[in-house]
C-alpha cells in the first residue's frame, strides 16, 4: 500500500525549522552580548592593573595614587619616599612586589653569608625599617621569621658598614656556629665538609677505666668520660673503641675501605676525610666490654644501646646518627656513635623531641656526596 503522502507532518517542518532558526538567532545574540560583555569587563580590569606602580621601577605618575603630602612626595608600602612633584623618577630602592616582602639591599649581603632563606633567619616578614631614610639611611634594620638584622654606616658614603645580629632565638645562633670546627655545634656531613680540610683539635685522653686510650676535645672527653661512668654504673660497661681520628688516619681508613669494596659501598661504610665527625674531637663510638653483644653490628636493641639513647643528653651527648634518620644524616642508625653538643643543646633537642642535629638546626639533608 501506498503510503500517504507528507500530511501534517509535511507542514510541520518548516516551522520546527523556523522556530530552531530564531532559537539559533538569538543564542547567537545572546552569545555576542555575552562577548562584549566579558571584554568591556576585562578591559576595565585591565585598565585597573595599568595604573603606574612604584615596584618593577615603574614611573610614578604626578600625583600618584598613594597620599601625597605637601612637600610633593609618595610614602609608598616600604616607607621608601617617591618623588612626585613635576620630574618623575624611577623609585630607590624597589618596594615589595606582590605578598613577598624585599630584602633590603644594604641587609642582603651578611643574610646570604647566614645561609640565606636555607639559615635560620628564613624570609623576611616585614620591609627594612631605615633611619633617616631609605634612601639615605645611615642605619636599616629588617625583621625575618627566625629574628632580625641591622646594618650600620661605619662612614658618611656608607662605603663600609657593621652588621648586628638583633633578636636571634639562642637556636639560631647555635646554626651561625655550625660552621665553625671550634664550636661544639659545628655539623660535619657528606654535605659539609670540614673547613679547613685537615682541621686538628686539641685533645685530651677520655679519662677513667673504659677510656681505652682515645682521645677528644677536652669537653668531649670529659662527657664522654661521665657518661662511660654511668654505664658502668648501671652495671653494663662500656667502653670507648674509637674516638678522634686526624684527617691522616681518616683518609688511610677510608683508602683501605675503597680497596676492599669499591668506592659506592665504601662511602656507606666510612666518611671521607675531612667528612668525618671524629675529625673534629667531638665524637666517640662505644661499645659493650660484657655480655654478649661486644661489637657495633649488634648494639641496636641491646640494654646498652637503650642505656644510652635513654641518659646520653644528661652528659651532653647525642646519638648522632639515629634510627630512621639516613635520608637526613647520611648513615644508618649507630648506636654506638655519640656526639658531644653539650648539655644545653642536647637536653634543647629532646625537649624538641627532634634527635636529629640537621633537622633540629633547620640544615638541608645530606644523604650523600654531591
Ligand atoms: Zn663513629
Redesign the pocket.
Do not use: I, Q
Given at each position: 500500500m501506498a503510503r500517504r503522502g507528507p500530511g501534517p507532518s509535511h507542514v510541520r517542518p518548516p516551522t520546527r525549522t523556523l522556530w530552531r532558526r530564531r532559537a539559533a538567532a538569538l543564542a547567537g545574540l545572546l552569545a555576542v552580548v555575552l562577548v562584549v560583555v566579558v571584554a568591556v569587563t576585562s578591559l576595565a580590569g585591565r585598565g585597573e592593573e595599568n595604573v603606574p606602580l612604584a615596584d618593577g621601577g615603574a614611573v610614578v605618575p604626578v600625583g600618584g595614587t598613594d597620599s601625597t603630602d605637601s612637600t610633593g612626595s609618595t610614602e609608598s608600602a616600604d616607607g621608601t619616599t617617591v618623588a612626585t612633584g613635576a620630574t618623575t623618577r624611577k623609585a630607590p630602592p624597589p618596594p615589595a612586589a606582590g605578598p613577598a616582602v624585599r630584602i633590603d639591599p644594604r641587609i642582603e649581603p651578611r643574610w646570604t653569608e647566614l645561609r640565606g632563606e636555607a639559615g635560620f633567619l628564613g624570609l623576611p616578614s616585614a620591609a627594612a625599617d631605615c633611619t633617616p631614610s631609605a634612601s639615605v639611611a645611615t642605619s636599616c634594620a629588617q625583621e625575618f621569621d627566625g629574628g632580625s638584622l641591622v646594618w650600620r654606616a661605619d662612614d658618611e658614603d656608607a662605603a663600609t658598614a657593621t652588621y648586628a645580629t638583633g633578636d636571634i632565638p639562642d637556636g639560631a645562633v647555635r646554626l651561625a656556629e655550625a660552621n665553625d670546627p671550634e664550636s661544639t655545634y659545628v655539623v660535619v656531613n657528606k654535605r659539609r665538609e670540614l673547613d679547613p680540610v685537615d682541621y686538628a683539635p686539641d685533645t685530651v685522653a677520655i679519662g677513667g677505666p673504659d677510656g681505652g686510650g682515645r682521645v677528644l676535645r677536652a669537653d668531649a672527653a670529659e662527657a664522654v668520660e661521665d657518661l662511660l661512668a654511668g654505664v658502668r654504673e648501671a652495671g653494663m660497661p662500656m667502653y670507648a673503641r674509637?674516638a678522634y681520628r686526624s684527617y691522616a688516619e681518616q683518609r688511610s681508613t677510608y683508602s683501605s675501605w675503597v680497596s676492599r669494596l669499591g668506592k659506592e659501598r665504601a662511602d656507606v661504610e666510612s666518611a671521607r676525610a675531612g667528612y668525618s665527625?671524629?675529625q673534629t674531637g667531638l665524637?666517640?663510638?662505644l661499645v659493650p666490654s660484657t655480655g654478649p653483644c661486644r661489637a657495633y653490628g649488634c648494639m641496636a636493641g641491646t640494654d646498652q644501646a637503650r642505656w644510652i639513647e635513654e641518659h646520653a643528653y644528661e652528659y651532653g651527648l647525642i646519638v648522632r646518627f639515629p634510627e630512621g634518620a639516613q635520608d637526613v644524616t647520611g648513615y644508618i642508625h649507630?648506636p654506638?656513635?655519640v656526639r658531644y653538643v653539650g648539655k644545653a643543646l642536647a637536653a634543647d633537642m629532646r625537649d624538641a623531641g627532634e634527635p636529629v642535629l640537621e633537622t633540629y638546626l633547620g640544615l638541608p639533608a645530606a644523604p650523600d656526596y654531591d
Open positions: 674509637s665527625e671524629h665524637a666517640a663510638d649507630e654506638w656513635h
